[in-house]
């Protein structure tokens, strides 16, 4: 693979011949800093990046996890980064990709709830109380719009929680394209790869998700993370766990580690690090 | 009224040839007549209170909230025309989300009354508008963690735009008797600021509200309370919930011995402490 | 000849405290032709009598909607009303696309109280010259608020704005305990075009000149005209 920061998300000149800036006649990224062009560069890829998040719908809520890692390139820069966000009463927004990015989506949420909470009652009977779905559908407009001026939050989010006043789980996702769908289990990053399949076993539909209890749905979490742990060298031990429960309302727990790993095979991989083959 | 008929009170900016702004003055007298409105400090937050006279009674019984939130952490009410205070509030959030925006912790209390105040302050500046017709009171507690200082604040806020702190602050039609009884109770023993609780300070302040109201008694009317403090809210400003609300009203009904059971007269006088 | 000083624009205030103008634009709604709000638990009925410049001519609209679960009925100067139902379809629509969610009353009533607040502390602009009497749905139930040029917007059981008011107030009040707790909507109606006959002098009650509007629960905010309101005349 090729470390440079500048090649990531681009065609590896190995497979597919270098490529021909004829064609586009477009500066790369490095000439474009250097030299003066008529035209304007916003984000073209992720700094500083979170991996995959995970969720999972069942009876009653949500299950949601993500670690609490934030990787500089291949090098593992923070630890302890939070990247599940609580808003309001019933909603955690969890969000992979570009660190600072999501540093500015938590600012707008927090926003978001403080517009809600204007001249709305919060101690009588009746609250106007923000939902997980008018908070899905804000983020998604302005994925979009961000996609739309080409200046695009390097994320992909999920947004999980229950409706407070039907008591329905709720779990979307949207990311920086704008593209948005649901599901009963979601996935982000790597995650769409290697955790999905293992949480579709468990629900594969709606009908499926509805009859499954905390429990399974929680162990489905454990094990993608676990499976994540082993297979994306992005990832970290130390990952944030919430459950948004129609009844118990949002239980979150910010120090949960990988268990019951077997690490034996590790001895026999050859080909990495300074070993000799 | 000397001023009437001299034509340096028909504008507003102009100054009369004694160095007053008439202007600025008659928008005090709209205040003048505003519902009562208090504001008191305790020991880790403050309180305030409105009574809001039944005008109309077709009104929907604990709507029309007079006491509004500017930030998490402030709460803010006023006396005068409504309007003008739902205006000014709405200017208080914008500059809580700049303050926010630009240093990335949320505005303290004072921080939001120095920006307040010159806000209502330039409304005296020019002919092309006119002061605010309301005083306001606001405050709030900011906690550490948030990058405050744990200690509350109160202010209030007059058209002219000179704003003061205090521990305890009436405005509005029953101001008179508001604020006597606030210093009374302020020069007391019970109000000492390392024990006054949030919950006396409800107490004190819709007993306040009660008997300011004597002078107004054939008019029905409706308290509200609200309440920022780090043990009750968590350094949040919220309306006070039912149970401590009632238990608040009950007890300023038997203190200015309006209730039925007459069981007042605990401590109906209270001495004022000579402390100077 | 005495003369009031203080009453040629809304950026002067009285020696006590008063703002004429907006007072005199209070007064434009009592020149317009009166309509009632009133509500029980479920729904909220508008009823508004429409008047016509002379015989030949149309009447003048009383009732706007201005989303599937919220519409208003005006007293006043009818254009002003129209600018200010434009404003309500925006936030609306802004609401129902940015949020997928239905403008809650409360936060329309607010940004209406600013809106209108504006034009009277600056000098340019006079105030609105017209009464609202909003009625919709959203996530808190019914409810009816009334707006006024002053800027103050308020939620009531019942309303009554324009010529002749007061009769239709009184109704409203007396009888409050009984709509209150109404059931069904046409009942309501009932009551609704009871208080507004209270106000009548020289007019009467027919299918031309009588528009009701109805919101609740399980009814989007529709409009009654012509044919549909005979039966409750």
Not at chain 1, 117 to 144: A, G, K, R, T
Not at chain 1, 232 to 239: H, M
Not at chain 2, 215 to 225: G, Q, R, S, V, Y
Not at chain 3, 99 to 109: A, C, T
Request: aromatic content about 8%.
């Amino acid at each position: 693979m090729n470390h440079d920061p500048y090649s990531w998300g681009r065609p590896s000149d190995s497979m597919y011949g270098e490529y021909n800036r004829e064609i586009a006649n477009a500066p790369t990224s490095m000439e474009q800093h250097t030299s003066s062009s008529n035209f304007n560069e916003h984000t073209t890829r992720p700094i500083v990046t979170g991996t995959s998040v995970v969720a999972i719908k069942y009876k009653t809520g949500v299950v949601i996890a993500a670690d609490n890692l934030a990787s500089y390139g291949s090098l593992l820069r923070f630890q302890g980064v939070e990247r599940l966000h609580k808003v309001g009463k019933t909603t955690v927004v969890g969000i992979s990709g570009d660190i600072s990015d999501m540093q500015y989506l938590v600012k707008v949420l927090d926003q978001l709830s403080m517009d809600n909470n204007y001249d709305n009652d919060e101690y009588s009977d009746n609250v106007d109380e923000l939902q997980p779905s008018y908070i899905f559908e804000y983020l998604s407009n302005l994925m979009y719009h961000r996609r739309s001026k080409m200046n695009p939050l390097w994320n992909a989010l999920v947004v999980s929680g229950v409706d407070s006043k039907t008591g329905e789980p709720f779990l979307q996702y949207v990311n920086l394209l704008g593209v948005k769908y649901a599901s009963p289990s979601i996935a982000t990053g790597f995650g769409a790869h290697l955790a999905v399949p293992l949480l579709r076993r468990l629900a594969d539909s709606e009908e499926q998700a509805a009859e499954l209890t905390l429990e399974e749905a929680k162990k489905g979490i454990r094990d993608s993370m676990r499976v994540l742990f082993y297979r994306d060298t992005r990832s970290s031990k130390n990952y944030s766990l919430a459950i948004i429960d129609k009844d118990a309302g949002i239980t979150y727990d910010n120090n949960v580690d990988v268990e019951d790993m077997s690490w034996k095979f590790a001895k026999d991989i050859k080909g990495y690090g300074t070993q000799k083959v | 009224m000397t001023s009437v008929g001299t034509g340096y009170d028909l504008s507003n900016s102009v100054f009369s040839p004694d160095g007053r702004n008439f202007q600025v003055e008659y928008a005090s007298k709209a205040v003048e007549n505003g519902s009562t409105t208090v504001g008191l400090k305790c020991k880790d937050g403050v309180v305030f209170g409105v009574e809001k006279i039944i005008t109309n009674k077709l009104l929907v019984p604990g709507k029309n909230r007079k006491i509004q939130t500017i930030e998490r952490h402030i709460g803010c009410c006023y006396s005068g025309l409504i309007p003008d205070g739902k205006h000014l509030v709405n200017r208080g959030r914008e500059e809580a989300i700049n303050f926010k925006n630009t240093y990335g912790k949320p505005i303290s209390v004072s921080a939001m009354s120095e920006r307040l105040s010159q806000y209502v302050q330039a409304y005296t500046l020019y002919n092309s508008v006119r002061p605010f017709g309301i005083s306001t009171i606001f405050g709030g507690v900011l906690k550490n963690e948030n990058g405050g200082n744990d200690k509350p604040e109160l202010f209030m806020l007059d058209p002219n735009g000179s704003c003061w702190g205090y521990k305890g602050i009436a405005t509005g039609k029953g101001r008179q008797t508001a604020k006597a009884e606030l210093e009374k109770l302020i020069t007391s023993e019970i109000y000492d600021l390392s024990a006054f609780t949030a919950r006396q300070a409800v107490q004190e302040v819709a007993r306040i509200l009660y008997l300011a109201h004597e002078d107004n008694k054939d008019k029905d009317f409706e308290l509200e309370l609200s309440w920022c403090s780090l043990s009750e809210t968590d350094g949040l400003h919220k309306f006070v919930p039912k149970d401590i609300y009632e238990e608040a009203i009950e007890h300023a009904k038997i203190e200015v011995g309006l209730a039925d059971s007459d069981d007042s007269d605990e401590d109906e006088d209270m001495e004022p402490e000579a402390e100077e | 000849m005495f003369r009031n000083n203080y009453d040629g624009d809304t950026v002067t205030f009285s020696p006590t405290g008063r703002l004429f103008q907006v007072e005199y634009a209070m007064e434009a709604i009592k020149q317009g032709s009166i309509t009632i709000g009133l509500r029980s638990k479920k729904h909220v009925v508008l009823v508004a009598l429409k008047r016509n410049a002379d015989k030949l001519s149309s009447y003048q609209k009383k009732l706007i909607k201005c989303d599937s679960h919220l519409g208003l009925s005006l007293a006043g100067l009818a254009p002003d009303a129209r600018i200010l139902a434009n404003y309500i379809k925006q936030q609306a629509s802004y609401n129902d696309m940015v949020y997928g969610k239905k403008i809650n009353l409360n936060k329309l009533g607010e940004l209406l109280a600013l809106k209108a607040q504006k034009t009277t502390q600056t000098y340019s602009g006079r105030p609105y010259g017209v009464g609202l009497l909003l009625a919709g749905k959203d996530n808190l139930g019914v409810h009816l608020l009334e707006f006024q040029p002053t800027g103050n917007v308020i939620e009531l059981y019942g309303a009554s704005i324009g010529a002749r008011s007061q009769g239709g107030k009184t109704y409203l009040e007396n009888e409050m305990e009984n709509y209150l707790e109404v059931e069904s909507l046409d009942e309501l109606i009932n009551h609704g075009v009871n208080a507004l006959k209270q106000t009548l002098k020289d007019e009467s009650l027919d299918i031309s000149n009588l528009s009701i509007g109805v919101v609740g629960e399980d009814i989007d905010f529709t409009i009654l005209e012509g044919k549909n309101v005979e039966k409750y005349l």
